[in-house]
């Protein structure tokens, strides 16, 4: 039998509100290992308008999902034995990655794996005259607007200074206790290069991949190694059956991701059994896309 090796260790996840999401899912399997895990979320505004059956996979479901609190998943995870605590904050705040990892060390005390998994995704475009209110969309029905200094900066405030600020907090204190072992697991996607329609969200990410492949060379020599999952399309109920079934077809392995497939390669990255990969991207999206 295998063993991770991450009973009572502490794990940080950010990005766990949604119900179907991928830090959701996470979170319930290093709960299943015996990790103490410490849930971060921020609400969103509900959407306005009901343009779907209800019920239905779709941009409405997932904007509804986005504005969970953790309470769900806290009571399903300590239903089932595990231990899990909650916090909720804005990381476009830049103090939030310090007041993040002091509510963890408060309840649990220091972390050991940092989880980056919260995402803002809001598509725009270079193409110009593109509005919200011009009924614009992508293929998974998001409404586009035209690139602007509020679009990039929300995207790269979330997507890649927080994570960056967090991944240096979580060293810093790693460091000044003289600990030997820790992870850090970033997660990307596999568009990471550059996406139309989606140019900020895209950017951003592959900023946070420059960062973690950074971070590995420098913080190796202190026993912590970063990883990034960079994924293909996973089922978070943004996708509706339609779309997942047009976008299943161009897919290997027949069928979209669901979060659980992602939350398996997290728990691997952190574990014993990854304890000689640093510094390396893992596709994950049933060979969505293969590197050459």
């Not at 970033?186 to 139309?196: E, Q, T």
């Amino acid at each position: 039998m295998i063993n991770p090796g991450l009973s009572g260790k502490v794990v940080c996840i950010t990005g766990a509100n949604n119900p179907r999401g991928i830090g959701a899912a996470i979170a319930r399997a290093f709960a299943l290992q015996g990790s103490s895990v410490f849930i971060h979320f921020y609400r969103q505004a509900p959407p306005n308008t009901a343009s779907q059956p209800p019920g239905q996979y779709g941009e409405e479901w997932y904007r509804r999902a986005q504005t969970h609190d953790a309470e769900h998943l806290l009571r399903e995870i300590g239903q089932a034995g595990g231990k899990a605590a909650a916090w909720e904050a804005d990381l476009s705040s830049p103090s939030s990655a310090i007041e993040l990892m002091d509510q963890v060390e408060k309840t649990f005390g220091s972390v050991d794996v940092l989880v980056n998994n919260a995402a803002l995704c809001e598509p725009d475009t270079f193409k110009p005259n593109r509005s919200a209110d011009a009924g614009d969309r992508t293929l998974n029905t998001f409404p586009v607007c035209s690139i602007s200094a509020a679009s990039h900066d929300r995207h790269f405030a979330v997507n890649s200074r927080a994570p960056a600020l967090l991944m240096a907090e979580f060293a810093r204190r790693h460091i000044a206790a003289g600990k030997r072992w820790g992870r850090i697991i970033n997660i990307s996607s596999d568009g990471a290069w550059g996406c139309p329609d989606e140019v900020s969200y895209w950017a951003s990410k592959h900023a946070l991949e420059s960062y973690s492949r950074a971070a590995a060379q420098e913080l190796g020599p202190y026993g912590i190694t970063v990883n990034i999952a960079s994924l293909g399309p996973i089922q978070t109920g943004w996708m509706t059956p339609e779309l997942e079934s047009a976008v299943a077809k161009a897919i290997p392995l027949g069928r979209v991701g669901q979060p659980e497939d992602v939350a398996d390669v997290v728990v691997f990255l952190a574990s014993e059994q990854a304890r000689w990969l640093t510094g390396q991207l893992l596709y994950v999206g049933g060979g969505n896309r293969m590197h050459q």
